[in-house]
């Protein structure tokens, strides 16, 4: 299974942008890039999702490499509501479909 | 549109008692997963359901069963609780061959004594 390395945590001043990376060197061609992020107490929320282009959203950006072996979320203007932590993932297709496993991800800190 | 619910939200057990985990969407969507977070830890994947009547193992299937009831409904059964499985579990669903979100409920606090 391929997997993603995210550093453990990162800190951010309100209202500047943050760039959180995540490698992922093993991806295989036809493995989605998904990132979600999890609020205390709350389940993980969807953020956005690419497979080879750059995308877009109302919550944030993908910046997905050339050689897809690494990406970077990019919340443009980053609130308190934006600390939380944030899960970059792979979408494997298995044997019954696709799954999604986690791995740590990456714990924002936001300071006012 | 109540997305994805999960019950109970709370839940104390006895080393070997047994109990079954709730889930149910009412998105219309054929994949559905079952994963636990144990504290400071991401999720692991427990067991998965691609579509109505087939489910799969995940990376921590071991002490658990699964059942997709129907499309809606996918319970998680613990036969014999350990202190090991002390955790908070999140059910999500997706549509059909994974490739567009997940969404995920609000999670099940279990402990076992």
């Known amino acids: 299974d391929a997997k993603t390395t995210q550093p453990n945590s990162m800190e951010s001043n309100e209202e500047e942008p943050v760039h959180l990376p995540c490698n992922h060197s093993t991806i295989s061609g036809t493995d989605y890039i998904h990132w979600y992020r999890q609020l205390p107490s709350q389940g993980p929320e969807y953020v956005i999702h690419?497979?080879?282009s750059n995308v877009n959203n109302r919550m944030a950006s993908l910046a997905i490499a050339e050689d897809r072996k690494s990406s970077t979320l990019i919340l443009h203007r980053a609130t308190l509501r934006d600390a939380a932590v944030y899960y970059c993932?792979?979408?494997?297709f298995g044997t019954g479909g696709f799954k999604t496993i986690f791995g740590a991800g990456t714990r924002l800190f936001v300071k006012a | 549109n109540a997305g994805v619910t999960q019950t109970p939200k709370f839940q104390v057990l006895k080393t070997g008692q047994s109990m079954t985990l709730q889930c149910a969407q009412d998105?219309?969507?054929?994949?559905m997963y079952w994963y636990r977070q144990d504290p400071g830890m991401g999720l692991r994947l427990i067991y998965y359901?691609?579509?109505?009547?087939?489910?799969d193992k995940g990376e921590v299937p071991n002490g658990y069963n699964v059942s997709r009831l129907n499309k809606r409904e996918f319970s998680l059964r613990l036969e014999s609780a350990a202190p090991s499985q002390t955790s908070v579990y999140f059910c999500?669903?997706?549509?059909?061959?994974?490739?567009?979100?997940?969404?995920f409920g609000q999670g099940t606090r279990l402990t076992v004594v």
């Open positions: 993932i792979l979408r494997e």
């Open positions: 359901s691609a579509s109505e009547g087939t489910t």
């Open positions: 690419g497979l080879t």
């Open positions: 998105m219309n969507h054929n994949s």
């Open positions: 999500a669903s997706s549509a059909l061959q994974g490739i567009t979100e997940a969404f």
